[in-house]
């Protein structure tokens, strides 16, 4: 599997950004799909995903109400769209795909195919 990140950018508080993620793959509807961000000197943190078949979603609780993700099967693509943008939300972001019971969609873990990463930036 393979996963191609797009849609980063600098932008200010309040403002929106939507990422996508386009993924390459034998079997891809059997995948979760993920985000996961990491800013310097800490570790990639889980921020939401969303299984394959059902497309039952996950989300972090510091993103919850603000961001949402979906998935075209079709298209073999994953979004995120982050609204109301805060300064906290700067970081390189993720997308990954792995395999997950809904109880273990937040851990890294869980995903064995990561993205390159794309960059958020988000200024006050």
């Known amino acids: 599997v393979q996963l191609q990140a797009s849609g980063g950018g600098l932008v200010q508080a309040g403002d929106s950004l939507r990422l996508a993620c386009a993924a390459s793959?034998?079997?891809?509807?059997?995948?979760?799909l993920g985000w996961f961000r990491q800013t310097p000197g800490k570790e990639r943190e889980f921020v939401a995903a969303i299984k394959g078949v059902g497309g039952a979603t996950v989300y972090a609780d510091s993103i919850k109400g603000r961001f949402t993700i979906a998935r075209d099967n079709a298209k073999n693509m994953v979004s995120l769209q982050m609204n109301s943008l805060k300064a906290d939300d700067t970081a390189v972001y993720y997308c990954?795909?792995?395999?997950?019971?809904?109880?273990?969609?937040?851990?890294?873990?869980?995903?064995?195919?990561w993205g390159q990463g794309t960059l958020v930036t988000v200024s006050s």
């Open positions: 990954s795909a792995g395999t997950a019971i809904l109880s273990s969609m937040s851990q890294q873990r869980s995903y064995r195919y």
């Open positions: 793959g034998p079997n891809l509807r059997n995948y979760v």
